[in-house]
């Protein structure tokens, strides 16, 4: 089932999502949802708060859908180590048609759980290591929008209040 993506400024996206604590069913079907969430919208990413639900959750798959292995389900992670820095584009599905660079670690390391509840850790550069710090800041109620400068922030506000007046956001 395709989720309805919450935008900026709803409230819960920038609460602390709750542990997740029941590795069941009901989780299960969310992970699916929220892979096929993402996949809709042409994504690589996505965290429980933008599907409305207020967990410690996200989904990311590189490949959009094309390969199975690259499907990552991550509950309740933290960084454990980052190093380095990558000044990239980043656009985020709360935000459409927001892209915009953000400084990140070029390097990290995650530790977290899968949808099962084992723990485990993992390595990741580039890419991967950004859409981890994106996903995770998610979970942490923490946007995009404010890791820009503040210049690049204030102009992409400005941007969203016009698309609002508009009614296209
Ligand atoms: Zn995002």
């Known amino acids: 089932m395709i989720l309805k993506i919450v935008k900026y400024p709803d409230p819960i996206l920038s609460r602390p999502g709750e542990p997740v604590t029941e590795f069941d069913a009901e989780l299960r079907k969310l992970v699916d949802d929220m892979f096929e969430t993402t996949y809709a919208s042409q994504g690589i990413g ?17 490949s959009v859908g094309k390969e199975p292995k690259d499907k990552l389900v991550i509950v309740n992670p933290e960084i454990i180590f980052a190093e380095g820095k990558q000044y990239e584009e980043e656009g985020c599905l709360s935000f459409p048609e927001i892209r915009e660079k953000v400084v990140r670690a070029l390097k990290v390391r995650i530790r977290a759980q899968n949808e099962k509840g084992k723990w485990f850790e993992m390595d990741a550069e580039e890419l991967l290591a ?6 995770i800041d998610h979970v942490d109620g923490m946007l995009f929008i ?24």
């Open 46 to 62: 996505l965290a429980a708060p933008q599907v409305g639900v207020s967990k410690r959750l996200t989904v990311i798959d590189l």
């Open 130 to 135: 950004r859409c981890f710090q994106h996903e």
């Open 146 to 169: 404010f890791r820009m400068s503040a210049l690049k922030r204030d102009l992409n506000l400005r941007k969203i209040r016009k698309l609002q007046r508009e009614g296209k956001w």
